[in-house]
């Protein structure tokens, strides 16, 4: 549909020479008329199509990766390369602990430091995703000779993995569409605010590169359905490995996967593609992910992985069927066959769940899954996960915040997908509203969500654009007589056959519109980014009276005083709010932490603080306490200090485990 | 020997007081008993009068009481949830009753509630100026002085909360608290069995190649059922309980369909804004499939122009009102200077 690289401006084609260039005879004629040549040949530099788009192909996808960390970067250039929250405290000291002592020290280390008396096993409790990959990139940067401080590594692990998922997005909307919707999505997962919520530099938490492995193992897993190539399929499985490394949301795949897969099923589209995919990643990824010594034996233990397995088995049954339909000529006894086999597939595999149940051995969904199928069971039974505001339900404001028009846009794609179902739209449909649904339950799923939702509303957007702009670029037809030719009646559709001089117009503005709202779009995203989601909240801002603008320093003033001026075995006990950050800054051993294993040691924490000073004092000489490290709003208005804690959600865990309601 | 006299009168006084108490005792009991088996869940309704006569400090009580407060004009308020609390009392009344049976908590403990018209005397009496309000009056001649209510942090809101209020005030446990089930055994078990029978036969038409479960259609308005049900907010609804409209608080005449404020949304908010959002997405996909098929080129103008102003229109409809519900005021960054 573009005008073809032959018809230049000029009217010339490619030719090595142009006009006006006169052969020279003289000895160094040959030098000269080399120059000539070349010369005019750089003049006259003209791509072919295809090289033109390759071109401005790759330079967008430049642009994307860059603006992608760019655009995360408000919060070290207005304060400091510095870790964001509480949660990446914890994951940079573990990653100091790495590069310092190696892997195998990591791997079997026992935290001393924190949780005293108890300690903590951390190489058997944490996912080592994370920090194995900035403790990689540091020494890959450290053999190339560039002496980087593993603090600026771990801050700027995430917008480069961010950049990364970009591109992944790339891939996956070339796949699931064409390169356009590609570079659409590319886009929107670039800037998106569901995303950047938690990947902006600094906030070295195990989501940063948890997406990336997300939509890595997504991308490779359709990509080995659409293919049904073995090779694609191991790469799923290790995409799904490094998922499983990285954060505790894999469960989301090991389920998303089977629930596909029967979609399938249930519509018809078995394929030996498909079973090879499936196979191949469950068996493999299954495997690997046991080498994660937190996830251990869940994939054969945990009813949260038995829908795999349900659907592994089921998948064979299928292939049986489909096996011995091909062998049998007679379909009266496939169909006696066919009796048998359900029967006895659903039978035996009904009986194994209700072993596995009933003796114990595949154990129910954990509290933490639990709450996202019946989301009233937390408030009722597990205060302590109900209590985290990134817990609560979303609000329709919400959705608007992190998504924009993506939210509104959405239907649009679903659309366009319904229209055009290939095996890779129907897997997008499904990941797009399962995590939406999810994203509805807890505000901080919306991160899961995000990728969806911008692959489809990519969908919708580049196919709208492409329908106007192929109106666009239509030539204005010949008006010839009213006779109804075969090729006017083919082009009727687009309504060329009659000359509408309304058609381009119509197109013109509505393009117009689009990118108006597109504008708009980035607007919205970069004042999003750059107001809500940059503030690392060791450091606070506040504006005087006046204007001017002052920075908070208290926390780590706090904690490198405790590093100063207290002796290195002194126990510090504080609200587990700020064990981690007391741990990585402080240098000192701390009572609880943010990682909440042990809600009784929490309780007795909450109930030091909150009982009169002589009570109080007992229970801390028997944990053996030197320092008591309160937070204190104050002056300032910091609203979420301990005295504000206090009135709500404390008292309630330290009730705990009686029957208890939140006060609100 | 006056001195003996006087004491033997007090003393024959003290005794008569004393039966003629044990006899009102009696009968008060025998009431409350009585009352407490008419109603439906152990909770005796108390207005001035009964109170006076149950709760007289002239005669000591043999038991103690334990008073909810409660106001059915109140019971529209969302936040404070009375009804709900009233239900669990009346949950902790009925497991007190049920596990005191025969034994030496029983006639021990009454379960009482007063409600705000019936007995205003009685809210002024102890002083109660907020809901919801549970108090404990303990056994002998003491008056309004001596009850001692329910703290809130102590005790949470449910009937385990109460149940150990009044463990803790009187000694007398209240027993396990049983909740009806949603639906009772018999009915799951027909329920299963009927899913059994039928399992076979809808599944065979499930199936096969027409059924409904290959029409891209209905998984498509299932889709957009999800889509809908998500984003504008419903899990939200359900699990906050919102209610579709509330009072406005300075004008109870009006009703408030929109909540200001981010975080919070109450049911109408959320229905409408979905149907924006869905709307234009629809329109979208309207316009690019279903309208080129329509013959009329001016009809499909028509449409098109339509479709086009409704997105347009709904698109700052939802921008407006996010921007009025979070104030937020989205705006790009023009660089104001050059350093």
Known sequence: MASTGKETANGQSAKAMGPGTTPITAPSAAKAASWESYYSSVKNFKLKTKQQELLIRIAVLVLIYILAFACRLFSVLRYESVIHEFDPYFNYRTTLYLTQKGFYEFWNWFDYESWYPLGRIVGGTLYPGLMVTAAILYWVLRFLSLAVHIKDVCVLTAPFFASNTAMVAYFFGTELRDRGTGLVAAILLAICPGYISRSVAGSYDNEAVAIFALLLTFYLFVKAVNTGSLAWSLGAAFGYFYMVSAWGGYIFIINLLPIYVLVLLVTGRYSLRLYIAYSSVYIIGMLLAMQIRFVGYQHVQSGEHMAAMGVFFLMQVFYLVEYVKKQLGDPKLFKAFLRVTVTLAVGVGALALIVGLATGYISPWTGRFYSLLDPTYAKIHIPIIASVSEHQPTAWSSFMFDFHILSILFPAGLYFCFKNLTDGTIFIIIYGLTSLYFAGVMVRLILVATPAVCLISAIAISATLKNLSVLLREKAPVYTSTKITAKQKASAKTGADQPLPFQKEGAFLLLLGALYMLINFGFHCTWVTSEAYSSPSIVLAARQSNGERVIFDDFREAYFWLQHNTPPDAKVMSWWDYGYQITAMGNRTVIVDNNTWNNTHIATVGRAMASNEDDAYDIMRQLDVDYVLVVFGGVTGYSSDDINKYGNWNLVILLEPCCVTPIV | ?339
């Open chain 2, 1 to 339: 020997m006056g001195v003996r006299v006087v004491a033997m009168v007090v003393a024959m006084v003290v005794a008569m007081v004393g039966l003629v108490g044990a006899d009102v005792n009696e009968d008060r009991v025998a009431e409350l008993v009585h009352l407490q088996s008419q109603s439906k869940d152990g909770v005796v309704r108390m207005d001035d009068k009964k109170f006076r006569r149950f709760a007289s400090p002239d005669v000591p009580r043999p038991y103690a009481l334990i008073i909810f407060f409660d106001a059915e004009q109140l019971w529209g308020q969302q936040e404070l949830r009375l009804e709900e609390f009233r239900r669990e009392f009346g949950l902790a009344a009925t497991a007190y009753i049920r596990h005191n049976q025969g034994g030496s908590g029983e006639r021990k403990v009454f379960f009482c509630d007063v409600e705000f018209r019936e007995a205003q005397g009685i809210f002024r009496l102890f002083d109660v100026q907020t809901l919801p309000h549970v108090r404990h009056m303990p056994p002998g001649s003491g008056d309004h002085q001596a009850s001692v209510d329910m703290k809130a942090n102590e005790s949470p809101r449910t009937a385990e909360g109460i149940a150990g209020f009044v463990t803790a005030r009187t000694g007398y446990e209240c027993g396990d608290i049983e909740r009806p089930p949603l639906m009772s055994r018999d009915r799951v078990l027909v329920l299963l069995g009927l899913f059994l029978v039928a399992a076979p036969f809808v599944g065979k038409k499930l199936a096969a190649p027409g059924s409904p479960l290959r029409d891209s259609r209905i998984w498509m308005a299932g889709a957009l059922a999800i889509y809908f049900f998500s984003v504008s907010g419903g899990m939200h609804n359900i699990i906050r309980k919102m209610p579709l409209f509330m009072q406005d608080r300075n004008d109870p005449q009006k009703l408030v369909f929109f909540y200001h404020g981010s975080g919070m949304q109450l049911g109408t908010e959320g229905f409408v804004v979905g149907f924006l959002y869905t709307i234009v997405g629809l329109f979208l996909g309207f316009i690019t499939h279903i309208a080129p098929n329509v013959t009329s080129k001016n009809a499909q103008r028509i449409i098109m122009i339509f479709a086009i102003t409704i997105s347009f229109i709904a698109v700052r409809k939802v921008i407006s009102l996010d921007n009025w519900k979070t104030g937020y005021r989205i705006h790009a960054f023009w660089p104001s200077r050059w350093m």
